[in-house]
């Protein structure tokens, strides 16, 4: 009974005191409950792409947002994974829990690769040579289409469980967990991995970070490294859930929609990608529903990123809670909007 109580009393000040993290349970909870929401197939679907997009755009988010190295081609990450899992599973035949880890693992490689022209570029000129990578690969598919199926890609390959259930869970999970770690890889105020705040000292200042005496090229080739490998389990996920990839996986449109997700969410927090691709793809998806939303989905995707760009610049989600909570001036504790006094020093919150 004492260990209840003082569970509950934990759940009370860590959880239930600060309006982010409930809104994160309740999260938490929709997305374990879903299948017993609704057992509709269709929206299932939707909600599993939509976990694994968020992979993806968090794996954007720890490369771009928090190291500042911009990556416009972010697609090849993702369709290198998808084609290695489909040439794996078709050819050999092996598991989609060995072949999920060996295309994160060429994802990894492939970002070290392309980390290389970002030791001497910054900016819009590493985006440049980042967008020209997806276009080389896409080249290389076609000249070899007769292993990797040129313009119609490869289908057939085995779904990650028979049953649809099943496999919500499982991307589900993999979907957390992935979110936990790119989280605590970023976290500035982390103290056991420090990599954190030495990438935010990157982003905001490169020279100043190296005069410092931080080896900045090995922190990019960090980040690159697990911003690879997590595109890469997207990547995996999505060629097994889908059981076909293409060249779409590689085009330059996919590059730019995580970009777009991510600013729409708000960039450098994690959770904003998650927000924004929760947000922005069911919506478009359940308008494709009607006959009258396939043809004009798009211009309301566009229509809502202008709006939102317009009032919130920062993005949705640091606007929410920018709203919903407020900092203590004195002992920095997290407190909600409506109480006059800190919850833990009890000095006045403006």
Not at 37 to 42: E, S
Not at 285 to 308: M, N
């Amino acid at each position: 009974m004492i260990y209840l109580k003082l569970l509950y009393g934990w759940i009370r000040q860590e959880i239930f005191a600060i309006p982010g993290r409930i809104i994160a349970l309740t999260f938490f909870l929709f997305l374990f409950l879903g299948p017993f929401i609704t057992q509709q197939p269709y929206f299932l679907r939707i909600i599993i792409l939509t976990c694994i997009f968020g992979i993806y755009a968090m794996s954007w988010d720890v490369l771009s947002g928090f190291t500042g190295q911009l990556s416009l081609g972010h697609a090849l990450f993702f369709g290198v994974a998808a084609y290695t899992v489909a040439l794996l599973d078709i050819y050999l035949h092996w598991s989609p829990w060995l072949t999920i880890p060996i295309g994160g693992v060429l994802s990894v490689l492939s970002g070290l690769f392309v980390c290389l022209p970002a030791l001497r570029l910054r900016g819009m000129y590493l985006g440049l040579v980042t967008l020209t990578f997806p276009i080389i690969l896409t080249g290389i598919l076609y000249i070899f289409s007769d292993v990797t199926g040129g313009e119609l890609g490869l289908f057939g390959m085995r779904s990650l469980s028979s049953s649809i259930t099943l496999a919500y869970y499982t991307v589900a999970i993999i979907f957390l967990i992935s979110a936990y770690i790119m989280y605590k890889v970023t976290d500035a105020e982390d103290k056991f991995l420090r990599i954190g705040i030495i990438l935010h000292a990157i982003r905001e200042d490169e020279i100043a970070a190296r005069s410092s005496g931080i080896r900045t090229n090995r922190y990019k080739f960090i980040a690159f490294a697990v911003s690879g490998f997590f595109a890469g389990v997207a990547g995996g996920l999505y060629t097994h859930f889908m059981r076909v990839t293409g060249p779409s996986t590689l085009e330059l449109f996919f590059s730019f929609q995580v970009i777009l997700w991510v600013i729409f969410g708000s960039t450098a927090t994690i959770y904003g990608p998650v927000v924004g691709v929760f947000i922005l793809y069911p919506v478009t998806e359940i308008i494709s529903i009607f006959a009258w939303g396939e043809p004009i989905r798009q211009i309301i995707f566009a229509l809502i990123l202008i709006l939102a760009l317009f009032f919130m610049p920062e993005g949705i989600s640091v606007w929410i809670l920018d709203k919903l909570e407020v900092k203590c001036p004195r002992c920095k504790l997290i407190n909600n909007f409506i109480r006059k006094k800190c919850r833990a020093c009890r000095a006045e919150l403006k």
